[in-house]
DNA sequence: CTCGAAGGTTGACAATAGTCAATCCTGAAC
DNA sequence: GTTCAGGATTGACTATTGTCAACCTTCGAG
């Protein structure tokens, strides 16, 4: 593959712990993609065959099901996506779609499983990732069932805020119809919920996000370390939305 | 630790493929420990000191957040929990009740983190375990957002009989409240959606579910390999509710 | 056997969220 | 600039789900 992604994948803490030779296999294994914007990379079911790193552009994963969708994660470089799937040998559970041109470096599953075999070190990395995917995922659930939508609304916005480094404003790094698939409701309820929290500390103009009332929003939002995080390196592995700047 | 509890431990596919010798270690290391119902053994935020394993009774993960609780999953005996909180050394972002006298085998987590570096078949096991724990959560947050209470509850129902064997009839495994929360709703919708759907195939008796239309339930339903499974080895990973029998 | 506690059910009502349609931006192509 | 397409917003309405209170079972303790 072309090597002048190497370096960006190799940091990532899947990679960076592992002997330099055997990341040189596993990426001359490896072969580059590009794709352009809409298209369906991934089909959920297919089998798993390739763990994606995104380098370049911006993927989402939806779930799918009885002819509804609803959004799982986006990818944004550098970061990979259906790791378990690969590891499993089993049929993905998300369909993969680019959000804009987009290039992707896709190594082998069957390199990989047979890598974490050889290299500890990338074992280790490996089963951190999982856990931390895991762990992600777990939060991700319990929003969902603990909260209702202006709640998740609330502390969308106000954490946001936070992996923004504290901002009062930013702008929403993501469309309004796929935060609100995102966030588990509809584009027409997320646009009245918005509007709605005006009173309790938010301004919304289109993508702009400011925060007014920040003690307001955060009584609303009552953000919890174990629901909105942080969690140490969860933020490369796909498993939410990307961070907003200011 | 008593060494009774070993070999059931032991078929667990976390621990089947390692070296004895490394087993006997980490038992040597545990000790078992037993609850009396309705107690709290894990407050979610706790630091993951002990990797448990349920060896006899029944244990229920909750997640809460600002007074609010739902169930996320029941473990039956043997399997473990909260495998991930251990090896990232994070707080446990569940809390664990008995829901009966329970015995539990505790591993401490150091030992454990030591472990899957000294011995692969210990470390490929933990791989394979968490990446099906992380498809299983994934599987549930599918589920959760792109299907309505009703038609989680005709999944659920469903879902129960093939595991039960595919039979026609058979007792819910746990109190209707509990799997209510578990399928993210109150107990009165509970209630009510189960009486709604004896006009598409289900009967209801109390804990006694018997299925007289499979077809017009399946109708509903949609069940999905990609949510619904079957999903190898998942079952004994404390990631779902336990299976009925017929 | 009686009692009492806890789960389960039901009814009435309120809150939450989705649907459908119309309209309003806004930004890219021409 | 003009046009057009797609996202965003709004209104009116419906459907879904939760809340609160009352009542009914069931089952075990005494």
Redesign the pocket.
């Known amino acids: 593959m072309r090597p002048d992604t190497d370096p960006q994948i190799r940091h990532l803490h899947l990679f960076r712990d592992m002997a330099q030779a055997n990341f040189a296999e596993l990426m001359s294994a490896s072969y580059v993609q590009a794709f352009p914007p809409g298209l369906e990379m991934i089909r959920q079911g297919d089998p798993a065959d390739f763990l994606h790193i995104v380098v370049q552009g911006s993927v989402e994963l939806v779930g799918q099901w009885a002819g509804r969708e609803c959004t799982m994660a986006v990818v944004r470089p550098v970061s990979t996506f259906i790791l378990a799937a690969c590891i499993r040998d089993a049929p993905y559970l998300m369909t993969a779609r680019t959000l804009e041109r987009t290039r992707i470096v896709l190594v082998p599953a069957s390199d990989l499983r047979a890598m974490f075999r050889r290299d500890t070190e990338f074992a280790v990395a490996v089963i951190n990732e999982l856990a931390s995917c895991y762990r992600s995922v777990v939060r991700n659930a319990k929003s969902m069932k603990l909260r209702?939508?202006?709640?998740?609304v609330a502390s969308y916005l106000l954490r946001q805020s936070i992996l923004a480094g504290g901002v009062p404003a930013y702008t929403?790094p993501v469309?309004?119809?796929?935060?609100?698939s995102y966030l588990?409701?509809?584009?027409?309820?997320?646009?009245?919920?918005?509007?709605t929290l005006e009173t309790d500390g938010v301004k919304?103009d289109?993508?702009r996000v400011i925060i007014t009332d920040r003690a307001r929003l955060a009584a609303l939002a009552k953000p919890d370390k174990l629901i909105d995080g942080p969690d140490t390196h969860a933020e490369e592995s796909g498993s939410g939305l990307p961070a907003a700047r200011s």
């Open positions: 209702n939508s202006r709640e998740r929403l469309e309004k119809r796929l935060l609100a588990g409701m509809t584009p027409e309820n997320l646009s009245r919920t918005l509007r919304i289109g993508a």
